[in-house]
């Protein structure tokens, strides 16, 4: 009897431990990261826009060298298109009234066509680095006299350009001209660009 009591007593004092029934051992849950690889910028676009700068012009002539330097300006078009790691551009510019006056000269207006070529980088390829080579042709004019002519030039240089987004874009640019014809002018100048991509 007393042998009877004493299992009922142990089996009270054990049911707590198993009133909730048996649980089964859970398995961690293993988490898979997703990498969404990024979208690179496309540069394949029309544009317009400006540059503006500061330079420097020297003019060599009979009476001596003759040098100016103050701020410029021109509007720009252009073609861009996008090869993959590497983009390449022709474009053209005019700075129509610049006036600006060295060595008795007068600048009425400028022309200049170039390429441009360059390779992207950055995360997300919204960064351009480049180079650029072109031809340009200006009209001069004698100050006093009214007599005026043709120069011509070639041009190049290097600059970086970053994508906005898909319509606009802003860059920098180091630019050198230099002149083909005898008293023509030499200018050296670095600019700020801006273009409406379309």
């Keep these: 009897m007393k042998s009877a009591i004493a299992i009922l007593t142990l089996g009270a004092l054990a049911a707590p431990a198993y009133s909730g029934g048996f649980v089964a051992a859970t398995a961690p849950v293993e988490q898979h990261t997703v990498n969404v690889p990024t979208q ?69 207006w400028a022309v200049a066509a170039r390429v441009k070529g360059g390779f992207k980088f950055g995360a997300d390829s919204r960064w351009l680095g480049f180079a650029t080579i072109g031809a340009g042709r200006g009209k001069v004019e004698s100050v006093g006299t009214g007599a005026s002519r043709y120069t011509n030039g070639y041009l190049y240089g290097a600059g970086v350009e970053y994508l906005l987004n898909d319509r606009f874009s802003v860059g920098a640019e180091l630019t050198r001209l230099e002149k083909t014809g005898d008293g023509d002018a030499d200018a050296t100048g670095v600019g700020l660009t801006a273009a409406y991509r379309f």
């Design 40 to 108: 690179e910028a496309n540069w394949t676009a029309n544009y317009v826009g400006a540059i503006l700068g500061y330079g420097t012009t020297n003019r060599q002539s009979a009476a001596g060298e003759d040098s100016r330097e103050g701020f410029t300006g021109s509007l720009l078009i252009g073609h861009m298109r996008d090869f993959g790691q590497w983009v390449g551009a022709v474009e053209v510019t005019a700075a129509p009234g610049q006036n600006a006056e060295v060595g008795g000269l007068e600048l009425k």
